[in-house]
């Protein structure tokens, strides 16, 4: 059974940090690329970071870069989103999404981010 189990999120002060961790199974782990998505209320969902197999490159939007850092434990086939200097419109449901040019592809349930300002 594929599984993708987000979590770490929760209510942090503006400025402030959070990891987030992306816990997989079920699916070849070095394979696939695994990005993290965001979805805030009312809004489209968004790519935040991706890491590109097999280089292992690791790509940030915009809107988080400088601020967030990706890694990748293939021990333990977990990611992680380290988000420093949050910022209220940082605000989002936070999904980990495994793809595979071949195929499937996988989504994980989400962890809610909130950050007060």
């Known amino acids: 059974e594929v599984q993708l189990q987000a979590s770490g999120g929760g209510l942090v002060q503006a400025g402030g940090s959070l990891r987030l961790s992306c816990a997989t199974s079920?699916?070849?782990?070095?394979?696939?690329?695994i990005d993290w998505f965001r979805q805030a209320p009312g809004k489209e969902r968004e790519g935040v970071s991706c890491i590109r197999r097999p280089a292992g490159n690791i790509y940030y939007s915009d809107s988080v870069k400088g601020r967030f850092a990706m890694s990748s434990d293939a021990a333990k086939n977990t990611v992680y989103l380290q988000m420093n200097s949050l910022k209220p419109e940082d605000t989002a449901v936070y999904y980990c999404y495994a793809e595979h040019f071949l195929g499937p592809d996988y989504w994980g349930q989400g962890t809610l981010v909130t950050v007060s300002s």
């Open positions: 079920g699916f070849n782990f070095d394979d696939y690329n």
